[in-house]
């Protein structure tokens, strides 16, 4: 079929300078130039089959005759590159191999989200890393409450923080969009927009966010609260006013190609996901089990947040154990929904690992709230506040750090996994539970919060009269547990590769701070990629393969993947396959780009074997 246009006595400028409007093709069909029409479209579906691909094509004609000036593959969106693919099958112009090979994996992700008309002019007033796609329209905002309260009246509104942190959530889940200035790919706001599906630009250190005046400036510009701007997650650009937005449609054709990715596939594929709601949402995007469950983000909605940080700054083990009587029927109620909407398949649930920085109250509004839910003076709370400010969080007390010196929380948090595992088993369901512990360095610490975990797992089956099987692993996000694998699998049922600690921890490389010149190093070819987006093979990936090596040394079943953000990049992917995991865990809108990216690698393998048959 030809689409296209043709433009009467004219040079090639003309059409490209826009200085005249081309006529559309199929009005050549009719009349003088019927004759040219067909000859068009006889050499045009020659050149189609030859190619075996959808072609560019240029042409001219003089007095009835038709002159060919050049053919190329032609450009095309994610949706189009799918039905393509589909469409060369049913012609049998390619094999289904050939369709899952051809389409760009990354390219998927424009199935999902509005997009920027690729022809609209636009006014681009900063730019930042495209942290979540798609695009969205509305007016900026400052403040977390004002976008919620503005939402409630039905107001489109883009949240922009000078950084996001749990106090944002609510303002997050009401915004259309998040724009931060500062942050990097894995930072709070990347991490939840992207769970969310919901579009982010994060680290755009143009601007300069004024919350308290209602204002960013960026290159010269100022936008003011209320103002209309566009956030274009799938470039990272920001846009001022409304932009043209172009709705993609998904059907039959991404059906079928994601059967025959499927089919191919080794990898499994799971999705991170927090809540029943996510897990619900993961299910639909094909997700076959969750590799992460963050519990501390359970805590992000209503008043949740106030008893996580009752349990946070308590002072001794009786207060945070009264408020760990409030988190515990919170977890079990979710747990039971997670388990629920993945009826069988396998649940890994992390222990808590909450970056104290992103947790502790922040103001006099926050503190003065929690002060009078504690009993407590406001001037006592900031005292203990103060007492726990970290001068690096990130690697501060935090993951398997906070069981071992407070094992309460992990007693509390197994009870509720198994309470809720032994409650969804007794209405008949599957349950198949993965306790997973955070940040651990050496072999003890996972151990010793193993040991409690089957402790309490065996409390409470006896306590309900009926067991569940469950399997007790680790993360694997530091370099000393990576080097130290052997050991650590003699106590690990299962890894999975935390790569985003682990490319912070690698690189020495603050995830939330490297916004500030990360971008430089890739612009300036000092790195190839953003190693917090795609995993930097060299460095991270040696670690991998050595931990992949020494825990299967020590037990040769066990059962390895990655649910850093890398597990939703193709490349990435591709990676994991050739190391040997088990299985990619990502959000669940990456887990499209994860199925195919999977399939590429299956079938990539597959070439190279075929190959080296051949030539032996
Ligand atoms: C990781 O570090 O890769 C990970 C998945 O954990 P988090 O992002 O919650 O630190
Ligand atoms: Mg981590």
């Known amino acids: 079929m030809l689409n296209g246009d043709f433009l009467l006595n004219a040079q090639g400028e003309d059409v490209v300078s826009g200085a005249r409007t081309p006529e559309p093709i199929a009005k050549m069909k009719r009349g003088a130039l019927a004759k040219v029409y067909g000859e068009l479209e006889r050499i045009a579906t020659k050149l189609e089959r030859h190619f075996k691909d959808v072609q560019d094509i240029e042409f001219t004609f003089e007095r009835g005759k038709l002159y060919m000036l050049q053919t190329r593959r032609a450009q095309r969106t994610g949706l189009a590159a799918v039905r393509i693919s589909v469409e060369l099958v049913d012609e049998r112009l390619i094999t289904p191999d050939e369709a899952v090979q051809r389409v760009p994996p990354q390219d998927l992700d424009q199935l999902f989200h509005p997009m920027v008309d690729p022809d609209a002019a636009v006014t681009v007033v900063a730019k ?15 403040d977390a409450d004002e976008a919620e309260a503005l939402a409630k009246q039905g107001r489109k509104v883009i949240l922009i923080r000078p950084e996001t942190s749990p106090e944002d959530f609510h303002g997050i889940v009401a915004a259309q969009a998040v724009l931060t200035a500062r942050g990097g790919m894995t930072s709070h706001a990347a991490v939840v927009a992207r769970g969310m599906g919901k579009t982010c630009v994060v680290g755009a250190t143009d601007i300069e966010v004024d919350p308290h005046g209602g204002r960013f ?13 566009t956030v274009d997650g799938t470039t990272g650009r920001v846009i001022l006013g409304a ?14 190609l994601m059967s025959w990715a499927d089919e191919r ?9 927090d809540t029943p709601h996510d897990a619900i949402r993961a299910r639909e995007f094909g997700a076959e089990g969750i590799g992460l469950c963050r519990t501390e983000h359970m805590f992000f909605e209503g008043d949740r947040i106030t008893a996580m940080r009752e349990m946070i700054v308590a002072p001794d083990e009786p207060g945070r154990r009264r408020a760990l009587a409030k988190l ?6 979710d747990f039971e929904g997670i388990f629920e909407a993945m009826a069988g398949h396998p649940v890994t649930i992390r222990l808590l690992d909450p970056p104290l920085h992103e947790f502790l109250p ?14 407590l003076s406001a001037a006592a709370l900031e005292r203990l506040v103060d007492s726990l400010v970290e001068a690096n969080p990130m690697l501060g007390h935090r993951g398997c750090r906070l069981g071992i010196t407070y094992p309460e929380i992990t007693e509390m948090q197994a009870r509720a996994i198994f309470e809720a595992a032994c409650r969804v088993v007794a209405r008949g369901k599957k349950v198949v539970v993965e306790v997973m512990i955070p940040l651990v360095a050496h072999v003890e610490e996972l151990k010793r919060q193993a040991e409690i975990v089957r402790r309490v797992a065996q409390e409470v089956f006896s306590a309900e009269g009926r067991a569940v099987p469950y399997l007790v692993g ?30 912070q921890t690698t690189f020495g490389l603050s995830r939330d701070d490297a916004g500030r010149f990360l971008p430089f190093y890739v612009e300036h070819g000092i790195l190839h990629d953003d190693p917090f987006q795609v995993l930097d093979q060299e460095g991270v990936g040696k670690l991998i393969e050595i931990a ?10 066990l059962k390895i993947g990655i649910c850093g953000e890398h597990g939703g990049e193709p490349r990435s992917v591709k990676f994991c396959h050739h190391a040997g995991m088990n299985y990619v865990s990502c959000s669940p809108f990456r887990l499209p780009i994860a199925r195919l990216a999977a399939a590429q690698a299956a079938l990539e393998e597959q070439g190279v074997i075929n190959r080296t048959k051949a030539t032996v």
Request: charged fraction near 25%; proline fraction near 5%.
């Open 265 to 273: 596939r080794r990898l499994r594929v799971r999705a991170n996901a």
């Open 217 to 229: 400036r960026a290159n010269g510009r100022v936008v003011k609260k209320g103002q209309l701007i």
């Open 328 to 333: 515990l029927p919170m977890q079990r109620a």
């Open 474 to 503: 680790t993360m694997i996000e530091l370099p000393r547990a990576a080097l130290t694998a052997d050991e650590i699998a003699k106590e690990a049922d299962f890894f999975s590769f935390g790569t985003n600690d682990l490319t």
């Open 128 to 142: 930042g890393l495209p942290a979540s796609p798609g695009a969205a329209i509305g007016d900026a905002v400052f």
């Open 548 to 557: 992949v090596r020494l825990g299967r040394g020590t037990r040769s079943d």
């Open 362 to 375: 922040h103001g006099r509004e926050e503190v003065a709230g929690l002060a009078k839910v504690m009993g």
């Open 243 to 256: 932009a043209k937005l172009v709705e993609p449609k998904i059907g039959a054709h991404y059906a079928k």
